[in-house]
């Protein structure tokens, strides 16, 4: 299975399809202490991006892709008002 949910881990392998962020939204708003082993994550679909970088889980171990893991590492800027 590509997500894996363990109490407040998550566990997202291989390549995560679109049908995923839907359920990985739904534990984040759950899970306020969640956090996340990308370590065998291959690639995600754009939607579960977004769903990670507007929950913002604690990434414990990254994906092995350096930009992947730059992107979800790098802080998100307030947009100026």
């Keep these: ?31 306020p202490d969640a956090a996340l082993d990308l370590s065998e994550c291959q690639g995600l679909h754009s939607a ?15 994906p092995p892709d350096p930009w992947l893991a730059a992107l979800l590492a790098a802080p998100i800027a307030e947009v100026p008002r």
């Design 1 to 31: 299975m590509p997500l894996l949910t363990d109490g407040p881990l998550a566990c997202l392998s291989g390549q995560i399809a679109i049908e995923e962020a839907e359920a990985l939204a739904e534990w984040l708003r759950a899970t």
């Design 48 to 62: 579960v991006l977004q769903v990670l970088l507007a929950g913002a889980p604690r990434l414990l171990r990254p």
